[in-house]
């Protein structure tokens, strides 16, 4: 009785379950994925340590867990099932962690991802060259650390939404993902929305929001 | 040649021209609007104060100043012309003048507005009774300044896109709205994006790009 | 002579003595735990880490180190004896450990303590279904980290006094609880008062003082 | 319908209805008012500048307004009905406004108040020579900007619940009330809940809930 | 004797003095222009209001007040003696008043200067067809609020040093400059120097002593 | 009685009475000066701004008013009583205002007084030029505003206590005397100690309290 | 090369050398005392870690590491050779490592010092009955981390000069300090210098100045 | 495919290619090292930790780790190429890591670099002794932590542009290099530019554009 599964919100939301695992106890994460793994459903897990994963990993022989992300999978991914691709770029290699997140996220919401990274702007040219994948995609996902600015940019050369996630790489200056969360939600380039520092996990759900809400129209 | 306008930026991000007005010169916004409303067509300028609308005003007979939104029209506003609904919240009456600013940059953008003002967390049952309005939007943007937790509550009750903005409505530990912007931020509820504090225009403008983007497939 | 104990503080503010343990000597804990445990009374010790509470339970062989709390207690609980229950509610199953800390404290000073784990707001309906056990309780404790949102709703569907906690549970733009606190702070929701960060220990102390004043009028 | 009124508020909180009238327009607030007024009850407006108070008290002929707390009651305050007394201190004479804000917000809700000022810590006499008004009281609210310290000192005299409130009076390092309100937050002394700075309704509404609980008991 | 002219400063530094007016009493500035421009140089004072402005043109019939710049000259300005540009760039039209100081104290201290206005990143196209404007300058000023990005991406294009600007100009999470500063320290384009929030001063400052030093070596 | 005068405190402490004006009403503080003045003794208001006092000086004929400290005195200052010199400088011209509060205190509390001002140590020659009237003090109080460095430098240059007072002089990233503060508390200098940032009464008030320890010993 | 000793400041500032271990190289810390132990002279060095002060140790036979204060002294102290008592006192006993080194620091200087431990405020008798201690001493140090207020009430009692040290011991809205330091800087009571958190050497060496200032003039 | 080189930047900006190390993985690294290191150029690579060093040392014999800087350099330095020197200064010896960082990244571009360590201001004398090694330099690098004084009076002293680098070394209201940093911004002395905390790197690089600019000119 530790946990309170809101077995509801799928069906209200219309999102899969997803465990937030930082904090909570290896058996407590066991339980939840015993509890919900049982409906033949895939479960995801992020925010996953390696030491608590392996742990994890002894009771579940078909999870995967992903180092890079720090997130596990009860089965492994099954194709996209929705039309509509959605876009994640970053700005920087040591942004990949949390590209990482948002692209195993969005891929277990059953969309299909394209990525771009290494796309700063102090090399700009690496961008513009690109435009092709950027009007391709539904939605676009933009992580940046130390150069916030990419969502700017991106922001005012399209007209899909974007989706800035802040990301914590950095160093001095840029108190752990501060400098690049206020440097977003100050762009003016308008059509941009922000998620939370590192949160890969919620910029693929609200990107999953926007595609599902196109979908169900087509 | 102190202003560069970006006329390209419609075909390329499909959004009307607005004019940022805080800590532009009188002239240098009239010389603006004058300009690009040369071309029949509407703009919308925000952040304008009451001071400066007067002088402007006295040179567009047709221009409409809205005191709440502190913003300005050239000339009135049409009516929708784009499908899908967008829903406007607000949480408490004193956030009133954000929601206007983000209802009219709605409304001008062509777009279907609905809203629900004062519907806190503190009462919850003032939002609960409100099922039906938001099942009909596409897209829910939800305004709060004191109470950013009603962002959490919506995004947790509907599978429709939300963007949270964050006002700088409070007092003492408020700090202009950080609090807010803070909570906004980390909810659990996912599918939520945030824009900058009385970003009303920002948020509008997201939900456009949203609402177009499924226009675009019907 | 390093502590100069306050014998008095029972007498004067009615309540028992606890160790605030983190940045104490591990020798100079057993010296205080040894003073205060021979007059036959139990004794609290928080915020002690594991390493320590090992060195200490060599010396107190009826002493209980509670590992998700972090704290110490020199003999088992004894039953409540004081009537009027103290509701503990929190919004995660991360936000547990500082839950913990207030149960302890909470029963240890020798009251009647309900629990409801896992309530966030994203799921306001697990909230909501819970009305009867809120109604049983003279005081309620709402413990939350990234969703500090609960306490303001918490706070606007009952009539009894409501203390939050927020709890350093989070990430990015969570800044250790700085987010959680002012939204606690900042909620409309009227008969809150706050405690830091993290301080189980401080909400127990206060629930305890309100419930005594309650019972010393029965 | 810019302002959803929660009539049930009172019936849930046992709580009277109280105005934030901070940021609303003069007409919302008359409107409200009125609507309120006529089940010929009192009502309570707070964060009210003495501008719009003149136009407000053209309309209602019975209606009071304190400059010093910045607060309008529609009808004279009666007798306290609640029996179980409040004693509200401030450290300096610059505190006041925010002492009376709460003042009149508790003989509002029916209570009987005590009020014991300039007690501040650099002068520690003049708290301890007061120990008999302390000792009457039900619960104590401390209200201080330059001297937070006030609350730990008053928390460890006393048996009875404190609640603290940081104002925004002083300067330089004092941030607004940000000094005072960590200071209160991290004091050692237990039994003490803080409420947002300068909140003296807010300090007043749990005291209010406090002494509720304890006369519903008698 | 309130002021301590530094008259070694022009010999030890090289740079021309220059008054900074803010928080100076209007008669202590007339006497410390009298005093230096006795010696027929030409002075310039910084951060000066319109009111103080007029107090103290009413003493020197040739001097001039830029209201934009906020700044005084004793004496017209002389054509530029420096050989080297300076090119002076802004995201927005709210940041030309920064820009203005900027270019009054380089062309003050005897510099040729560039300017191109109004290209921010959200529409890079304007600053991507001004390649021959950068080209020809010894050292580019870059003075940004809202979108501190355009430091990164001019810093990525060129090989001249480039001195950042941050502007309080903004709103909401911008927190007067503070997002742009963070921005503008975190870049990844290297070959960038940051001066203080405002301080178009500054930035002349360092460019003329780059500029000089390498005219010195001509 | 909503001012608990503190008449012992001068016994206590051998400090002077010093009336902190800022957020009292006018009558407040007429009626506290009556009551202070009586005793024919001198008395002190610090923090008052012009309007205020111009209500006050109507009432004391003697009175006389310092419009760059703020500060009111009941009666002309007397010649110094207490042998040892306090010097007071100041990094800018900006910085008298503090300054000047410094040196009324100190005089008021019946010390002699040297002043220093404009040697910031952007020209630090014009402090090394002055090694005399350092020697000569028995504390020195360093102000300063954009150049918190000085208290270092005086710091590293003498053996007596430096007192070191923070101004909110200067701009951006000065943060209302943040940048100044921090600058002052890590020195690595020693015999520093800092005060409130544009606390000039309090720098006053330590200096007094190590010259009349001094004194005493005569 | 590394270091340039700066062996005139002895002279200048009278005070003994002190080597400020933290981020300096173990060899660069031996090299540093060989040179200064040449001289016969006794060498503290502090914010020394445990494992550093290890390899250090087995050059010096004659060293002592106190591993409260993470201090090193070349040789044992002597007998206090200046007149005049320094007293320090803590709030708690987690405050006890700061105090430590401000005591080797002030017995390193030549100083007679008294303690007085753990007189937290929130229980105030223990600190009343303590009054012989304090008027027996020339300067008062006071060390507290979650009971700043200490000092104000100090302060309030006594009439030597109060040096303030803040220290990081607390946790949640107490930010390593920030709490204690902006509670100590906004004390009412007058005769208080503030040090840098955790800065036991820095109070030390103030308190010194003070003491040798009284001394010369005996 | 996870980096995308950007090898026209050596054209576009004249600069070698530099590898931000911090967050990438090992592997990545080795093999962008290979891809660059097949032209026979030398690279650096930056903020590389002694485990991920010791790793890639084992796949380039030749490879150099510098253990200070936290530095890999694919080759030995080669001698400096271009004429004009820069000088690097230290406040403190506990600054010489990111001293050093400068230092590699100067001489790795091919500059001719002088060292100045250990002159903070607190002994103002040891700086004002090596004016020659000043006047022989193009550009000064001011590197410091708890004393970010040295920026100002350096940039006072000199007609050269300085470059300020705050470094995190310091304490308690250090917070991490802000308090250096913000006292860099905000000195009265002009001509001097800042960048990130810490970033040696940054410094050097704008030094470099600086000398290869002046350099062009000869
Ligand atoms: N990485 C993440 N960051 C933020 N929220 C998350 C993350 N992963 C999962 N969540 C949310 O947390 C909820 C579950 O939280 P819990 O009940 O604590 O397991 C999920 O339904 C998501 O809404
Ligand atoms: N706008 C400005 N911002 C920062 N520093 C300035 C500014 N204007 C002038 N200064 C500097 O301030 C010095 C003069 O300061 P003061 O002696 O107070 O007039 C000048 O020599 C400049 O170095
Ligand atoms: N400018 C000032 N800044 C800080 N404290 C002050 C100032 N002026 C007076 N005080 C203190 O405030 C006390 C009086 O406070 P009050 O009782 O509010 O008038 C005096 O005894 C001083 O200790
Ligand atoms: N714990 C400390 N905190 C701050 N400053 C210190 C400390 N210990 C020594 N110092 C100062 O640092 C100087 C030596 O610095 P350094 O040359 O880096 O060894 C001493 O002379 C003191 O002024
Ligand atoms: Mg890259
Ligand atoms: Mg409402
Ligand atoms: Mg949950
Ligand atoms: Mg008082
Ligand atoms: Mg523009
Ligand atoms: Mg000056
Ligand atoms: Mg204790
Ligand atoms: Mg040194």
Same mark, same amino acid.
């Given at each position: ?42 479960? %995801? @897990?992020? !925010?996953?340590?390696?030491?608590? +994963? #392996?742990? /994890? ?70 961008? %513009? @060259?690109? !435009?092709?994948?950027?009007?391709? +995609? #539904?939605? /676009? ?78």
């Amino acid at each position: 009785d530790f946990a309170r599964l809101d077995h509801h919100r799928a069906l209200r939301t219309g999102q899969a379950e997803v465990i937030f695992c930082q904090g909570k106890q290896p058996d407590h994460i066991i339980s939840i994925l015993k509890h919900l793994g049982e409906k033949d459903q895939n479960v %995801l @897990g992020t !925010r996953l340590d390696p030491q608590t +994963a #392996e742990l /994890i990993l002894a009771h579940f022989p078909d999870a995967i867990y992903d180092r890079l992300a720090r997130c596990l999978l009860l089965r492994p991914l099954s194709e996209p099932t929705i039309p509509g691709k959605i876009l994640i770029m970053t700005a920087g290699t040591a942004d990949l962690a949390v590209a990482q997140e948002a692209w195993l996220t969005a891929r277990y919401m059953g969309h299909d991802v394209d990525t771009l990274f290494d796309v700063g702007v102090a090399g700009i040219h690496r961008l %513009l @060259g690109q !435009r092709e994948l950027m009007d391709q +995609a #539904e939605v /676009i996902i933009v992580v940046a650390g130390m150069e916030g600015a990419l969502a700017s940019v991106v922001g005012g050369l399209v007209e899909q939404p974007v989706i800035a996630v802040p990301t914590s790489v950095g160093y001095g200056a840029h108190f752990q993902g501060l400098a690049a969360l206020l440097s977003m939600l100050n762009t003016c380039a308008s059509g941009i929305g922000v998620v939370n520092i590192d949160n890969g996990f919620g910029a693929a759900s609200l990107a999953s929001a926007i595609v599902r809400r196109i979908t169900r129209h087509q």
